[in-house]
Structure formats: C-alpha cells, structure tokens
C-alpha cells in the first residue's frame, strides 16, 4: 500500500504534466482520502413526517417491496422501509421479513450504523409476540421522542411518543433490541428539535467531542439558547451533540433546561 507521503509527491508531479495530469491527480487524491477516513461526511437535512402518506406516494406503494408483495400498508414493515426510502430517497438495504429480524439483520450483514441512542430518522426494532415491530423517531423535543408508525391489520398510521431517556420506547412487554441509523440527519428547523437554554452563570463549555477533557470550541453564556439533535450519556453525564454560533460541537446539557 502507498504511503500518503508517497501518493502526495507522486501528485506533484503529475502536476507539472498539465490539465489532464491536475484531473487524474485529484480523482487519485480522492480515492486516498476516503481510504484513510479524510472524506468529511455530510448531513442529511431531516423532515419529519407526522401525517400520514398519500396514496399515490411511491416510496409506500408502487416502488415499495412489501406493497408489491402484498404486505402493504397497514403494516409496520412496510411504512418503515417507504420511510426509509422517503428520506434517503434509494430504496433501503433493510430487512424484508418480520419486524424482529430487521435489527439482527442488519446488525449481522454490517449495513447501517446501530446503537441505543435516539436520533432523527432512525429505525427504532422490537421485538414481540405478533413478530415485532419497526417505527421511526420523527422528532426529539426536550425529553421527549416522537415515533411514526403503521400497525398489521390496524392503523395504517399513527404517532407514538416516549421518554428520551426510558430503556425500553416501545409498549408494555415489548422487547426493545435497539436502532437502525440509515443517516446522519440534521433538522433545518427548530421546532423539530430539543431547543436547551444554558444554565450555567459562568457559561458552558462548547467541546469538540463529548469528554471532559476535550478541547473547547467555545463558551456559551449563560441564558443563551442552543439547539441538541442527539442525547447521550457518557462519563456519568448527559451529553448533546449541538449547533451553536455555526459551529458543531458537544456540551453537558445537564446544565440546561428546556425553552
């Protein structure tokens, strides 16, 4: 494997051999980026869906896998997997059998990212008597996760909502197993996402990463507003993943109270 040196030094000089050299060095640099992780990795902007779909809206019907099977909606597979392929706007690489398969699943064949924090477009798995159940987060407001849903033979679409913090988001005797990330999405507008005022007279530390000994980006004042798209916890305390003054960044959000 070339060094980076290497590949850099061999880019300088086809440099000097004009336009076609400077193009083939640039796709050569962009290869080499991405193989040691120095791509930049963009966000998606979210828009949360708290109605249900129209008819005629293909990603639920007539490019939809299940509908095509005969499994449509009302179904919980089949809204999911349309609502997947409404945000990313490709048809997803998820599961396409029961519910409780589709965390294994993926898990298994390394798909999408997956993990027990709630974020915006993630595919929330459980796993009960009836073969489980798939819904996704629409909106973290302050505390609280807002899920769309379709059930089996009931609603073709409803909304649920639960505590950001409780360990199994699901009904009485479901079996939480965990979320399905399909990206990285940020939300264009404030409403949609938990909005913290700061609550700290000598202001809060804006962190490039979630640690206590992470460099500071900058101080928040006291009193000033930020808005949090992700709640974690880490080194005993609850973490965000912020937006702040242009910036992104990490603070302690045990230091700020909801607007």
Same mark, same amino acid.
């Given at each position: 494997?070339l060094?980076?040196?290497?590949?850099?030094?061999?880019?300088?000089?086809?440099?000097?051999?004009?336009t076609?050299?400077?193009?083939?060095?640039?796709?050569?640099?962009?290869?080499? $980026?991405a193989?040691?992780?120095?791509?930049?990795?963009?966000?998606?902007?979210?828009?949360?869906?708290?109605?249900a779909?129209?008819?005629?809206n @293909?990603?639920?019907?007539?490019?939809?896998?299940?509908? =095509?099977? /005969?499994?449509?909606?009302? =179904? @919980?597979?089949?809204?999911?997997?349309?609502?997947?392929?409404?945000?990313?706007?490709?048809k997803?690489?998820? &599961?396409?059998? =029961?519910?409780?398969?589709?965390?294994?699943?993926?898990?298994?064949?390394?798909?999408?990212?997956? /993990? =027990?924090?709630?974020?915006?477009?993630?595919v929330? $798995?459980f796993?009960?008597?009836?073969?489980?159940?798939?819904?996704?987060?629409?909106?973290?407001? #302050?505390d609280?996760?807002?899920? &769309?849903?379709?059930?089996?033979? #009931?609603?073709? *679409?409803?909304?649920?909502?639960?505590?950001?913090?409780?360990?199994?988001?699901?009904?009485?005797g479901?079996?939480?197993?965990?979320?399905?990330?399909?990206?990285? *999405?940020?939300?264009?507008?404030?409403?949609?996402?938990?909005?913290?005022?700061?609550?700290?007279?000598? #202001?809060?530390?804006?962190?490039?990463?979630?640690?206590?000994?992470?460099?500071?980006?900058?101080?928040?004042?006291?009193?000033?507003?930020?808005?949090?798209?992700t *709640? *974690?916890?880490?080194?005993?305390?609850?973490w965000?993943?912020?937006?702040?003054? /242009?910036?992104?960044?990490? $603070?302690?959000?045990?230091?700020?109270?909801?607007?």
């Open positions: 494997m060094s980076y040196k290497k590949v850099v030094i061999d880019i300088h000089s086809l440099i000097k051999k004009g076609a050299a400077v193009l083939c060095a640039g796709v050569i640099l962009s290869a080499i $980026c193989s040691v992780g120095l791509t930049r990795r963009n966000d998606r902007v979210f828009e949360p869906r708290m109605t779909p129209e008819y005629t @293909c990603y639920y019907y007539e490019e939809n896998v299940f509908y =095509n099977s /005969g499994f449509g909606m009302p =179904n @919980c597979t089949a809204y999911a997997w349309g609502r997947v392929y409404e945000m990313l706007k490709t997803p690489r998820l &599961s396409t059998g =029961n519910a409780r398969d589709w965390y294994g699943y993926n898990k298994a064949n390394r798909i999408y990212p997956y /993990g =027990n924090t709630p974020k915006l477009g993630a929330a $798995c796993d009960n008597e009836y073969g489980g159940h798939v819904a996704v987060v629409e909106e973290i407001d #302050g609280v996760i807002t899920f &769309s849903n379709s059930a089996y033979n #009931g609603e073709r *679409f409803y909304l649920t909502y639960s505590d950001i913090y409780e360990k199994n988001p699901g009904q009485s479901w079996e939480f197993q965990g979320y399905i990330y399909p990206s990285d *999405f940020v939300s264009n507008n404030k409403r949609l996402g938990a909005l913290r005022r700061i609550s700290a007279a000598d #202001g809060l530390n804006f962190r490039e990463y979630a640690g206590i000994n992470a460099d500071i980006i900058d101080v928040i004042p006291d009193g000033s507003d930020i808005y949090i798209t *709640f *974690f916890k880490e080194n005993g305390y609850t965000g993943k912020a937006y702040y003054d /242009g910036n992104v960044g990490y $603070c302690v959000i045990d230091y700020t109270s909801s607007v």
